[in-house]
């Protein structure tokens, strides 16, 4: 039996919760939350974030 993975890489999306992200400089984590999956919408940049994968349904 395979283990679910802990994180999963993902493209970045509009949707996604990004307000805990903190690295500990600041004008990076305000780039991640206000900018990048614009950023990467537009073809400026490819962004990709760890996630949690979600819990299977039942």
Do not use: K, Y
Request: hydrophobic share 40%.
């Amino acid at each position: 039996m395979r283990a679910e993975p802990e994180f999963l890489l993902s493209p970045i999306r509009g949707d996604m919760d990004l307000t805990s992200f903190h690295c500990g400089v600041a004008s990076l984590d305000t780039w991640l939350t206000t900018m990048a999956a614009r950023a990467d919408a537009q073809d400026i940049a490819r962004v990709r974030v760890w996630t949690r994968p979600s819990p299977p349904n039942p």
